[in-house]
């Protein structure tokens, strides 16, 4: 496994963006829970390894048309019992 240096997974994260028109807040948060980290990563955020991994295998897991697992997948916020 190659670490992509920050100016890279920049590129991967826009060049994403731009291939499926999801907005970077959408990204941070189904990605990690994080809705301003693609905005904080760009004004020069030191991220750790396991969030880019993180990052890197949602948007492949996207990619390929698989849903996210749930050990993957950020933490769901309390659940709203719906009204029929």
Do not use: H
Request: net charge negative; no cysteine; glycine share 10%.
């Amino acid at each position: 496994m190659t670490i992509p240096t920050d100016e890279a997974l920049l590129e991967q994260i826009d060049a994403f963006l731009n291939a499926t028109g999801m907005s970077p807040t959408r990204l941070g948060l189904d990605a990690t829970g994080e809705g301003g980290l693609i905005k904080s990563i760009r004004d020069g955020r030191s991220i750790t390894l396991r969030t880019g991994r993180r990052l890197v295998e949602f948007m492949d897991a996207y990619a390929a048309g698989e849903e996210a697992s749930p050990e993957k997948s950020a933490p769901e916020s309390p659940s709203i019992a719906k009204v029929a």
